[in-house]
């Protein structure tokens, strides 16, 4: 699975600036997520912006007023880049745009090949499955998804608010919420008690979220879930034994912890990055760069000296 964010979008279309014809006057962004792309293009070439429908009446967000009316004194855009975040996006505008004449220049801003039939120019190759910060919410494969709550579906509860009591319950009932899916969810995987269940029931009812299961974690209280620390490998035992393909974690150290104990791809929103055990696993090796030398050099060290002598220069510089 890929996964980009707004900040890769962003970086992604900055890199990409020079490959968009010189003259371009007038940025459309297309449905399907093409308006964030649109709005980030269009300030860094500094042009004006429209969506689809205004584009094709002949207005422009930017200007607030009819483009192609003479009487405005406005000149007519000559160089149109309309993009979609995906190639599905532009294939869908396509067809109105050729109905209306326009000569526009279709952008994907990710498809899965560098030339496709749909799109006149892709900025990056990305291919399936790819889930993005923007509609992570929206995706499909949310329907097969492990889910945490806390941090996902509705904020954190306050220290003052976690205190396994009153407050809690108070909190349970009235938690604002967070991201809002649009789709069922498979599982929902929480470290809230399992004592808690009937009240994170009602919340989650009562905002029409539609889910599979909801495993909580089965513990006498709090103060015996944070001896335990079960957190992160509670989720990823969940996890690893489930058919899920992504888990949604809220925070950095839970996210890490679960995507090495369970092997599986973890979709962080602390840090907005998809965590799997191979990338963290280069992580940890990249800030260790002279541990290999260094094992290199006390083996040349051992065959030179011998391991007595060796020993002995160890404790001596121990001193």
């Keep these: 699975m890929h996964y980009r964010s707004i900040t890769d979008l962003a970086d992604m279309l900055q890199h990409n600036l020079h490959r968009l014809p010189r003259d371009t006057d007038l940025v459309v962004g297309l449905p399907e997520g093409g308006m964030l792309a649109a709005n980030i293009l269009c300030l860094l070439a500094n042009v004006p912006m429209a969506d689809l429908e205004s584009f ?155 889910y599979g299961r909801l495993v909580m974690l089965d513990l006498p209280s709090q103060a015996e879930r944070i001896r335990l620390g079960a957190h992160g490998s509670f989720k990823a035992e969940v996890y690893r034994q489930s058919e899920a393909p992504l888990f949604i974690e809220s925070e950095n150290r839970q996210a890490r912890r679960i995507a090495e104990l369970s092997g599986k791809p973890v979709l962080c929103l602390e840090s907005h990055r998809l965590l799997t055990a191979g990338m963290l696993s280069a992580e940890q090796t990249a800030a260790q760069p002279g541990q290999p030398a260094l094992r290199m050099a006390k083996a040349i060290a051992r065959g030179l000296l011998g391991p007595s002598r060796v020993a002995s220069l160890k404790r001596k510089f121990a001193r």
């Design 56 to 210: 094709l009446a002949g207005r422009s967000f930017s200007v607030g007023r009819t483009k192609l009316d003479p009487a405005t004194g406005a000149p007519a855009p000559q160089r149109v880049v309309a993009i979609a975040v995906t190639e599905e996006g532009v294939a869908h505008a396509r067809a109105r745009l050729e109905a209306a004449g326009l000569d526009v220049t279709l952008v994907a801003a990710y498809g899965p090949a560098p030339d496709l039939p749909e799109a006149d120019l892709v900025l990056e190759t990305l291919p399936e499955p790819r889930i993005f910060q923007w509609s992570f919410m929206q995706h499909p494969v949310l329907e097969q998804a492990c889910v945490d709550i806390d941090g996902v579906l509705c904020l954190d509860p306050t220290q003052a608010e976690n205190d396994d009591g009153a407050a809690y319950l108070q909190f349970l009932a009235s938690a604002r919420p967070l991201y809002r899916p649009t789709r069922r969810i498979g599982t929902l995987v929480t470290s809230r008690l399992e004592k808690y269940r009937s009240g994170t029931e009602a919340w989650l009812a009562a905002r029409g979220i539609s």
